[in-house]
């Protein structure tokens, strides 16, 4: 369980790192605007705001720290009404992956989408959401 929580520590910090460098104008794994977008976001011409890359990778560091927070129960003045809300906290952002994980699958979604960010979401960016999302769900259930 220890592995699990660290590793979706450092999985997230990545991927909030990956968002922050998209904010200052990084193209990484795209060499030009387009090419990012049409990996990155498959669809549309206009890259999210700096602003959006940012608030996105605030988030994913906050969530990076709560299967550490839970794991060694870091003592945080929680009180029993606050331990089930932090636990509901897990559960939302385990079902945000999954979910993410799986619609990434439905053709109904990908039809709306560029082949290569297809190719890219199922052979990637998919089961490494349901990997977070099952991280957060073992580290919940042990």
Not at 74 to 94: A, M, R, Y
Not at 111 to 133: D, E, Q
């Amino acid at each position: 369980m220890i592995l699990i929580a660290i590793t979706l520590n450092i999985l997230l910090l990545f991927l909030a790192a990956i968002h922050v460098y998209w904010g200052f104008g990084g193209l990484w794994p795209g060499k030009t605007k387009q090419e990012l977008i049409d990996l990155v976001f498959g669809k549309g011409n206009q890259f999210p705001t700096p602003f959006m890359c940012l608030f996105v990778a605030i988030f994913l560091a906050l969530f990076s720290f709560l299967p550490i927070v839970w794991t060694f129960r870091i003592d945080l003045g929680f009180n029993s009404n606050l331990v089930f809300g932090f636990k509901l906290i897990l559960e939302i952002v385990s079902l945000i992956f999954f979910l993410r994980g799986i619609f990434g699958y439905a053709p109904f979604v990908t039809k709306y989408w560029k082949p290569i960010f297809v190719y890219y979401t199922k052979r990637i960016y998919n089961p490494l959401c349901l990997f977070i999302g099952l991280g957060f769900l073992v580290i919940l259930i042990v």
